[in-house]
């Protein structure tokens, strides 16, 4: 059974800082990796989205890369800004290699001080 | 089980169709959503519900018409769809929605819909 764990659960940086939040999955067979941002009342908001095959993926200010091979995914963050204040979810799509199955760490919330 | 349930789990129909998605969650949660999965591309979050009113519409077709009678229950009508519709729907629930708090979402295993 597919289990993804984040690590740290919680985060405080100070504004201006590069930062690393770190997800772990125990099934290497996925289908693809996603990286969600959850603000108060709000719904999903997708980030960053790694294929099976795919290494890293970046978007401005935002890296992540995928080791199936160790389970791990990191998401880097550069120059931190208090507005990346918010939950940060990875999503493992795929149990044993199927599509459409998600399944999703607990968060790691990050709030970014000015 | 993560207490969110969709039906049907397959679903394909033609262009001129009507059909509808159905989720039900057993949390006793407030607010409930409505996602899309394509292929290859990032989860898009399409409605969202609170207390049985929409809070949120992402610019969704109007093909695409949302109902939540009431808190357990979400469904999405469908009609007159086009190919590139064809996508996995996720539903999900939250305990609630308020803007000052995250709450965690559960998802129902989702609805395969392929538009012919």
């Known amino acids: 059974k597919q289990e993804v764990t984040q690590i740290p659960a919680a985060l405080s940086v100070p504004e201006g800082e590069n930062l690393v939040l770190n997800c772990s999955f125990t099934?290497?067979?996925?289908?693809?990796l996603q990286w969600f941002r959850q603000d108060p009342g709000k719904g999903l908001t997708s980030l960053l989205l790694?294929?099976?095959?795919?290494r890293e993926q970046t978007s401005g200010r935002l890296n992540a890369s995928l080791d199936k091979s160790s389970g791990r995914s990191t998401l880097y963050i550069a120059a931190s800004q208090p507005g990346d204040s918010a939950t940060y979810l990875c999503?493992?799509?795929?149990?044993?290699?199927?599509?459409?199955?998600?399944?999703f760490g607990k968060g790691t919330k990050l709030s970014v001080k000015p | 089980e993560t207490g969110v349930t969709q039906t049907p789990r397959h679903l394909v129909m033609g262009m001129t169709n009507k059909k509808s998605l159905k989720c039900e969650q057993h949390?006793?949660?407030?607010?409930m959503y409505w996602y899309k999965q394509s292929a290859k591309k990032p989860l898009e979050l399409m409605f969202v519900?609170?207390?049985?009113?929409?809070?949120e519409n992402n610019s969704v077709p109007s093909r695409f018409s949302p109902e939540c009678p009431n808190s357990s229950h979400l469904f999405l009508h469908l009609h007159t769809l086009q190919p590139e519709d064809s996508a996995l729907y996720l539903c999900?629930?939250?305990?609630?929605?308020?803007?000052?708090?995250?709450?965690?979402?559960?998802f129902g295993p989702g609805t395969r819909l392929t538009v012919t």
């Open positions: 999900a629930s939250s305990q609630d929605n308020r803007a000052d708090f995250t709450y965690e979402q559960y």
């Open positions: 949390l006793g949660h407030n607010a």
């Open positions: 099934d290497s067979a996925i289908y693809n």
């Open positions: 519900y609170s207390l049985e009113e929409r809070v």
């Open positions: 790694i294929q099976s095959s795919q």
């Open positions: 999503v493992v799509n795929g149990n044993g290699g199927s599509q459409g199955n998600l399944i």
